[in-house]
């Protein structure tokens, strides 16, 4: 069945902003008065700005009212803001602007599914939202994945059926998400974290996007 519809996670798949996330924390960390080490950091990932604060206070033993946590967090994602708003086209992970390319090429829509309220900034940044036709990010959508709802919206909105579409996640929850979804997964990264995915790929460099939909099974179960 030919693939009408590619949607795309952003973080890990087209463009890493981890490294902006921590730069962050840590800063929030070192005015709060202790260090935020990336061991830390890393009992942050897939998790909510309110739990990852939750988490740093912990680290730092420290406790802050409902009020506090608030302002705390609203000046992290400020900072994070301010970091990826210096972003440009090197900071494209490699392979994946000439992947959108081939996709646009063959004739396939192109959607982004992301829980992130600063894609279109991101997007902008690196010059790609002239590839996309829909993008969903975290200010059109309140369920997180693995809730299909990312996907789910894309797919309605382009009015494609989830059988014609294929996702590319760099995440387990995003590939249960694609999975719930009825739609194709394709995770992208680590096969051991990824193994629930239709196919997998460490990257999209090298990748043919017309290659890989030849690899899908008949039918996403």
Same mark, same amino acid.
């Given at each position: 069945?030919?693939?009408?519809?590619?949607?795309?996670?952003?973080?890990?798949?087209i463009?890493?902003?981890?490294?902006?996330?921590?730069?962050?924390?840590?800063?929030?960390a070192?005015?709060?008065?202790?260090?935020?080490?990336?061991?830390?950091?890393?009992?942050?990932?897939?998790?909510?700005?309110?739990?990852?604060?939750?988490?740093?206070?912990?680290?730092?033993?420290?406790?802050?009212?409902?009020?506090?946590?608030?302002?705390?967090?609203?000046?992290?994602?400020?900072?994070?803001?301010?970091?990826?708003?210096?972003?440009?086209?090197?900071e494209?992970?490699?392979?994946?602007?000439?992947?959108?390319?081939? !996709?646009?090429?063959?004739?396939?829509?192109?959607?982004?599914?992301?829980?992130s309220?600063? /894609? #279109? @900034? &991101?997007?902008?940044? =690196?010059?790609?939202?002239?590839?996309f036709?829909?993008?969903?990010?975290?200010t059109?959508?309140?369920?997180?994945?693995?809730?299909?709802?990312?996907?789910?919206?894309?797919?309605?909105?382009?009015?494609?059926?989830?059988?014609?579409?294929?996702?590319?996640?760099?995440?387990?929850?995003?590939?249960?998400?694609?999975k719930? !979804?009825?739609?194709?997964?394709?995770?992208?990264?680590?096969?051991?974290?990824?193994?629930? /995915? #239709? @196919? &997998?790929?460490?990257? =999209?460099?090298?990748?043919?996007?017309?290659?890989?939909?030849?690899?899908?099974?008949?039918?996403?179960?």
């Amino acid at each position: 069945m030919k693939i009408a519809l590619a949607i795309f996670d952003l973080d890990g798949v087209i463009v890493d902003t981890a490294k902006y996330h921590y730069q962050a924390w840590k800063r929030l960390a070192a005015e709060l008065g202790f260090d935020f080490s990336e061991t830390h950091n890393e009992r942050l990932k897939g998790v909510s700005r309110m739990r990852s604060l939750e988490i740093l206070l912990e680290v730092g033993g420290m406790h802050k009212t409902p009020a506090e946590m608030e302002q705390l967090a609203d000046k992290k994602n400020r900072w994070y803001v301010e970091y990826i708003s210096a972003m440009d086209e090197s900071e494209i992970l490699p392979g994946a602007l000439e992947f959108l390319q081939e !996709a646009k090429a063959a004739g396939a829509k192109i959607a982004l599914g992301s829980a992130s309220k600063n /894609a #279109h @900034l &991101i997007l902008d940044r =690196l010059n790609l939202t002239r590839f996309f036709d829909f993008i969903v990010d975290g200010t059109l959508v309140s369920k997180a994945k693995p809730d299909p709802e990312v996907f789910s919206l894309a797919a309605e909105k382009l009015k494609i059926a989830p059988a014609r579409c294929v996702v590319f996640e760099d995440a387990a929850a995003g590939i249960e998400a694609a999975k719930r !979804a009825g739609m194709f997964a394709v995770g992208v990264g680590d096969e051991h974290v990824l193994h629930e /995915a #239709h @196919l &997998i790929i460490p990257g =999209l460099e090298g990748v043919s996007f017309r290659q890989l939909c030849g690899k899908l099974p008949e039918q996403p179960t």
